[in-house]
Structure formats: C-alpha cells, structure tokens
C-alpha cells in the first residue's frame, strides 16, 4: 500500500448544514473536530493525531444539472482529508471511514474520491450494516 497517496476527497451533500457557504463549510469542521477527536483550525479547517482536513465550497455544485446522484455537481462541499506525517494507510483509511459515517449517519451523503476509494466504500457498507441489522 506505500505505492497510494494518503490523500482523500470526500463530496459531502448534508440538509444538516444548509446555511450560507461560509458557515456550511465551518459547521462541518466544528462537527468533523468533535466527532474524531481532533481540533478546529482556522476557517474551516480541523485536524487530528491522523489528519489534516479542509472544508472547501464545490464550486462546480449546480442542484439544477444534478441528473446522477453521484456527480460532483450534486455535492456543495468538498472535505480534502491528508494524512498526518508517520500514519499508516490503515490509520488514514479508518480516520476517512470515521468522517463519512459522522454524515452518514446523519442522513447525508458522501462520496470519497481517492486511490483506495472501493476499499472506503466497502468498510463503511460494513460500518452502516452492522448498525442496521443490530
């Protein structure tokens, strides 16, 4: 796995947050830094002992042309996640689990872009069917 860029894009589409864009993107931070254990930064940044995490506006978001679920326009946030110096990919892959079943869970939806994005998918299908079938 030393071959994968320890980078993640999570596009986060949330009714939990539907303020204006600037207070959108903090609201997440704030919730992303609660809910990991990490620390709010500046703006709309937060961090952790395994991350580093900016909440950024997708700009190519347009509600109107959203024909498929999944494209990129039907998302209004952007959260770029990078691994902290010295974390392992099974560390980073469970601080990126971790941050989409904060909005999961929620009832948002999110989805990752990054190298290891089917392993994603299929440890937070895991996460969610668990919690279901308990």
Excluded: W
């Amino acid at each position: 796995m030393s071959c994968l860029d320890l980078a993640c894009f999570l596009y986060v589409n949330t009714d939990t947050y539907p303020d204006e864009m600037y207070l959108g993107k903090r609201r997440i931070a704030l919730r992303i830094a609660e809910a990991i254990g990490g620390k709010f930064e500046r703006f709309s940044s937060a961090s952790s002992e395994y991350v580093d995490l900016d909440v950024l506006k997708n700009d190519f978001y347009d509600p109107g042309l959203c024909t498929n679920a999944g494209d990129c326009m039907c998302f209004p946030f952007i959260v770029e996640i990078e691994a902290q110096d010295g974390v392992d990919f099974s560390q980073f892959l469970r601080a990126v689990v971790d941050i989409i079943l904060i909005f999961e869970r929620e009832g948002g939806r999110v989805v990752a872009a990054c190298d290891f994005e089917d392993d994603v998918n299929s440890m937070v299908a895991r996460e969610l069917g668990k919690e279901r079938s308990e």
